[in-house]
């Protein structure tokens, strides 16, 4: 882990090795330790080679999406078993941590007689929908994916009609000016369309 001495903190990000929305998850992280300048620590768990290599191309995505001019970000591949041994080993007083909502509120924090609660009060972030889908979250999903083919329905149906109409009162040069002019519209409502719905994604 890199020397804390010449930093405020760090953001110590838990990697889960389920099925995880990296993208979201890195940026999280990032907007996080902006906000509170701290460096980020990506922190994955494997106790064997194969989840090792997985896990290692996972923090590499996660590290390559969250570093930005302000923040920068490692990781690491711990052979504890548990997280509760991660955040007691690599948790120090100027750090935070942050981890997906599924992990059970901070159930993680406790360990047979040994109880982080107190310690860690107030430096843990939990982040919903991280880890795959709920029946609710998918519901979500399916609903803004309809909501993205009609939009683009409605846009390409609108140049349609617009063009057909540009057709029966233009000739030559100015039809051809006219397809056109409403080709380029289409194309530009569409890349805006698409932002939205990216946007709404995030």
């Given at each position: 882990?890199?020397?804390?001495?010449?930093?405020?903190?760090?953001?110590?990000?838990?990697?889960?090795?389920?099925?995880?929305?990296?993208?979201?998850?890195?940026?999280?992280?990032?907007?996080?330790?902006?906000?509170?300048?701290?460096?980020?620590?990506?922190?994955?768990?494997?106790?064997?080679?194969?989840?090792?290599?997985?896990?290692?191309?996972?923090?590499?995505?996660?590290?390559?999406?969250?570093?930005?001019?302000?923040?920068?970000?490692?990781?690491?591949?711990?052979?504890?078993?548990?997280?509760?041994?991660?955040?007691?080993?690599?948790?120090?007083?100027?750090?935070?941590?942050?981890?997906?909502?599924?992990?059970?509120?901070?159930?993680?924090?406790?360990?047979?007689?040994?109880?982080?609660?107190?310690g860690m009060a107030g430096k843990v972030y939990?982040?919903?929908?991280?880890?795959?889908?709920?029946?609710?979250?998918?519901?979500?999903?399916?609903?803004?994916?309809?909501?993205?083919w009609s939009g683009i329905l409605v846009i390409l149906a609108a140049g349609?009609?617009?063009?057909?109409?540009?057709?029966?009162?233009?000739?030559?040069?100015?039809?051809?000016?006219?397809?056109?002019?409403?080709?380029?519209?289409?194309?530009?409502?569409?890349?805006?369309?698409?932002?939205?719905?990216?946007?709404?994604?995030?």
């Amino acid at each position: 882990m890199a020397d804390k001495s010449t930093k405020t903190g760090t953001l110590l990000v838990l990697v889960p090795d389920e099925e995880l929305d990296e993208g979201r998850y890195a940026r999280k992280a990032r907007l996080i330790a902006e906000s509170q300048k701290l460096s980020i620590h990506f922190i994955g768990l494997a106790q064997t080679p194969e989840v090792a290599s997985q896990m290692r191309r996972k923090l590499v995505t996660l590290s390559g999406i969250a570093d930005s001019e302000l923040v920068k970000s490692d990781f690491m591949i711990h052979e504890s078993s548990t997280w509760f041994n991660v955040i007691q080993q690599e948790c120090g007083p100027q750090d935070f941590v942050l981890c997906p909502d599924e992990f059970a509120a901070d159930s993680f924090l406790v360990n047979g007689t040994g109880d982080l609660r107190t310690g860690m009060a107030g430096k843990v972030y939990f982040v919903a929908g991280m880890l795959p889908s709920s029946r609710q979250e998918g519901l979500e999903k399916a609903a803004k994916e309809v909501l993205n083919w009609s939009g683009i329905l409605v846009i390409l149906a609108a140049g349609f009609m617009l063009e057909a109409d540009f057709d029966r009162q233009t000739v030559g040069n100015a039809r051809i000016l006219s397809e056109v002019f409403i080709l380029a519209v289409e194309v530009g409502i569409l890349w805006w369309w698409n932002k939205f719905i990216n946007r709404l994604n995030y």
